[in-house]
């Protein structure tokens, strides 16, 4: 049997991971610089040499931070959107955009194609894609100058850098576990990720802040229902991932989603501290893993719970 082990990439926060054609591609941030590694299998898609596609400059309007990059393949054509800030605060927390200029995303040059022109400002962007359609999900910034609650807000889209209308909320902090126990002024949901099944729409998110609480919750949407009304959106009351202490693994958060090499397994790819040291997390660093998704008759997902770090584990299938 064919074995991994977790994590696939140590320090590697907010991990976003799509396949395409056979490949793997895993994006992530460090160093002022966003970077894709890229594989022929999940477990091993992070070996490699990384492919720098952004560098960060004085004066750019993500001089300051850039995080939470997500790869999409969208009518044929790629693109990263990510989190960053010109060291202004808070109110330059935006949502950037790249275009890759061809077909390959490892080999092919990036420009920078623009700031999504979001109201309210906000991080963590994701698209949906539904029915033809395109939708923006991004955590929104409520209370300036204080910044201590993010709700999810969803757009439409005309085109992939492009946002229309007015946007709608689509959850916040309400559950004891969405807001932080030692702050509970910090009412945070963000790192939207959606899972297409079953003629449902499941979009994972994560609550509470970056800690040991961190968690993941879980909305439901019929894929046919109008995805601007927030009555159509079901949040589910507890967590759907969250940490597991027996294996030393807190605040699991900020996911994506993919599919084993054989196309019969779907993964959940995640971000965690290890702390072998109860409540010593080295820092707070924050190590990418994959775990299996499985799923119940009643054709909705489970997340089953954390797996243990530095463990030989069953291998996605077809690998």
């Not at 926060?13 to 396949?19: H, S």
């Not at 509970?184 to 970056?210: C, H, Q």
């Not at 008759?297 to 997340?303: A, R």
Request: hydrophobic residues 35%; proline residues 7%.
């Amino acid at each position: 049997m064919k074995t991994y082990q977790n994590p696939i990439l140590a320090d590697a926060a907010d991990p976003w991971i799509i396949r395409d054609n056979g490949r793997y591609y895993f994006i992530t941030s460090r160093a002022r610089a966003l970077w894709i590694y890229c594989g022929d299998t999940l477990s091993g898609c992070t070996k490699g040499e990384p492919v720098k596609i952004l560098s960060a400059k004085d004066g750019d309007p993500y001089s300051a931070t850039q995080w939470a990059p997500e790869l999409h393949k969208i009518d044929g054509k790629w693109y990263v959107y990510f989190s960053g800030d010109d060291g202004q605060g808070c109110p330059t927390r935006k949502v950037h955009v790249l275009r890759c200029l061809g077909d390959d995303p490892m080999a092919d040059k990036w420009e920078f194609a623009g700031t999504l022109a979001t109201d309210p400002v906000g991080i963590d962007g994701t698209v949906i894609q539904n029915r033809g359609q395109l939708y923006f999900v991004y955590a929104a910034y409520l209370n300036f100058p204080v910044t201590t609650r993010t709700d999810l807000y969803i757009y439409r889209m005309f085109d992939p850098l492009t946002v229309v209308g007015d946007p709608v909320c689509i959850c916040k902090s309400e559950y004891d576990w969405e807001i932080n126990a030692y702050r509970p002024e910090w009412k945070i949901t963000e790192g939207a990720a959606a899972l297409y099944r079953n003629g449902k729409i499941f979009l994972a998110y994560s609550a509470n802040t970056v800690s040991y609480d961190y968690a993941i919750g879980l909305l439901t949407i019929d894929d046919d229902a109008d995805l601007m009304n927030p009555a159509n959106w079901k949040k589910s009351p507890e967590p759907v991932f969250k940490t597991k202490a027996e294996y030393h693994v807190y605040g699991p958060g900020h996911n994506s989603f993919t599919t084993s090499p054989d196309g019969s397994e779907d993964w959940l790819v995640y971000h965690c501290m290890y702390a072998p040291v109860p409540h010593e997390s080295r820092g707070g660093r924050r190590d990418a893993c994959i775990s299996r998704i499985t799923w119940r008759e009643d054709g909705t997902p489970d997340f089953g719970e954390p797996t243990p770090m530095y463990t030989d584990l069953a291998a996605p299938a077809g690998e």
